[in-house]
């Protein structure tokens, strides 16, 4: 006997979670008018799939689990930028802070008090005008130590009241935080001016394999240097007859080689009419002898440092080309400065286990 949709949901957490994330995450994508829902469209989602059925619901591991995950990656994020920020201005934000706070709260209570909500409900309508998420698991956590018995019921109230407030709750925020801005008068052409350096400006970048049919001879010194200035393109491996290595070892360019480049459309496209033509395979899929690893900047130390300041090449034979910072991914120029959280894509030497 097949199972319905429903049952077969109800049955397997894994599949159910892989849905929500999976069609939260494509919502969450789509731009209207350059605004997007982001990854709060997953949170929608989920809402919407568990109205269908009450059995439609993750084990309380994963309430647990995510909600760590959730906090641990907005530390990464926000902790390199909180004390710079609260040495700058942090008495000026907190009073506004304490003050969106405050509102809230009072909202809740106010509207406990006008629907006769219970606590728990409350405390989900707090933690919804508030779109906070680390609120909710913590009022769930509370409530579950108050009331074991009913626990589940209670957190599932909490859930009910955060989805009532919710959406009302990301609009009231950025209407909040755009008076603020607007009360302060934030200049915002000085501050992007003061921290191009920390965070450049994202774009879409493409990786492609052109082959030189035009640009023999060129000096590879030189034309890094050039493509560095505008930073819109990185050369990173070249394949010369049998040997693959990154672009930058060699002096100068030879008919038929292989490069593999990274950048924009537009530069990348340049590039190409310039030097040759596009080729086929892409190069970035032989990872014979160079390969590329995703590594995590945790090190603190780290933290404002410039790329060029690393020396990876001459330490280690390797190569950043992109750094991942939030949802965009940049190109690794030589100013680019790293932060706590950048997930940075790092070629090398392939490491070849003995035969």
Request: proline content about 4%; glycine content about 10%.
């Amino acid at each position: 006997m097949s199972l319905s949709p429903i049952n077969l949901l109800a049955s397997n957490a894994v599949l159910l979670c892989a849905l929500v994330l999976g069609v939260g995450h494509l919502l969450g994508s789509i731009r209207i008018r350059g605004v997007a829902l982001g990854v709060a469209a997953v949170f929608f989602v989920g809402l919407g799939v568990g109205a269908l059925d009450e059995r439609l619901r993750l084990p309380d591991f994963a309430d647990q689990f995510g909600l760590a995950l959730f906090v641990y990656l907005i530390g990464l994020a926000a902790g390199p930028t909180f004390f710079v920020a609260l040495r700058r201005r942090g008495l000026r934000d907190n009073a506004f802070v304490a003050g969106v706070l405050a509102v809230a709260s009072l909202t809740a209570v106010g509207a406990a008090n006008a629907f006769h909500l219970n606590p728990a409900t409350a405390a989900g309508v707090f933690a919804g005008a508030l779109v906070n998420v680390p609120a909710l698991g913590g009022a769930q956590e509370a409530l579950r130590a108050v009331d074991p018995t009913h626990a589940g019921s209670l957190a599932s109230d909490a859930a009910v009241g955060m989805s009532l407030t919710y959406g009302y709750g990301v609009v009231a925020m950025i209407g909040a935080l755009i008076t603020y801005m607007m009360f302060v008068r934030v200049d915002f052409a000085r501050e992007a001016a003061e921290n191009e350096h920390l965070a450049p400006a994202p774009r879409t970048l493409v990786q492609l394999t052109l082959r030189v049919t035009r640009g023999a001879g060129t000096d590879i010194r030189e034309l890094t240097d050039e493509l560095a200035r505008d930073g819109d393109v990185l050369l990173v491996r070249l394949r010369r007859g049998d040997r693959v290595l990154l672009a930058t070892t060699v002096a100068a360019l030879d008919q038929g080689d292989l490069l593999s480049v990274v950048g924009t459309r537009t530069a990348t496209g340049e590039l190409v009419a310039r030097l040759g033509e596009k080729a086929w395979p892409a190069l970035s899929l032989d990872r014979g002898a160079l390969d590329f690893r995703r590594i995590t900047v945790s090190d603190p130390a780290l933290v404002g440092t410039a790329i060029a300041d690393l020396d990876l090449l001459r330490r280690h034979g390797a190569l950043i080309t992109r750094v991942r910072r939030g949802d965009h991914d940049l190109i690794a120029t030589p100013v680019t400065r790293l932060l706590l959280g950048d997930r940075v894509r790092v070629v090398a030497p392939g490491i070849r286990c003995p035969t």
